[in-house]
């Protein structure tokens, strides 16, 4: 008799750890995505994007005659914007992308929503491997 319990303890026991066993099994592809997320969130938090923000302040309507120089400035801007976006890996480019936007969102006094499109188009505009990269108008 005595066997017959420590039996059904042990199969109960078992019973509950495949029970628990089964709850916590996390899909391969949930735990990929997860990790490049956070792994590209590590890499870009606190980048610098001086020459991007440069270039999207320049590259705003601007107010008055046109200065001099300064399609050549912007295009050059533009250019050094792209090469600080491609030092990221294709996976974090449209995060890197995103966080640029934060940053000037951050700062303030431009006029967002074209800040949104002039950013929205880089992967474009720079010939990312990235097809596109969407920024909600209300981030």
């Known amino acids: 008799m005595a066997k017959l319990v420590v039996f059904e303890l042990v199969f ?3 019973v509950v750890a ?19 997320a956070r792994t590209c969130g590590e890499r870009i938090r606190g980048r610098n994007f001086n020459f991007c923000h440069s270039y999207v302040a320049r590259a705003l309507p601007q107010k008055g005659p046109p200065v ?25 480019q449209c ?8 940053q000037v ?3 303030g006094g431009q006029p967002m929503e074209q800040v949104r499109q002039i950013v929205q188009k880089l992967p474009d505009t720079c010939k990312l491997q990235i097809t596109q990269c969407q920024i ?3 981030v």
Do not use: H, M
Not at 18 to 36: D, G, V, W
């Open 105 to 107: 969102k951050l700062q």
């Open 136 to 138: 909600p108008s209300r």
């Open 95 to 102: 995060d890197a992308v995103k966080e640029l936007y934060l």
């Open 68 to 92: 001099p120089g300064q399609k050549e400035r912007l295009q050059e801007l533009q250019k050094q914007c792209c090469k600080q976006v491609k030092e990221f890996t294709q996976e974090c």
């Open 12 to 14: 109960v026991a078992l």
């Open 18 to 36: 495949f029970a628990s066993a089964q709850k916590t099994i996390i899909p391969l592809s949930s735990t990929r995505e997860n990790t490049l």
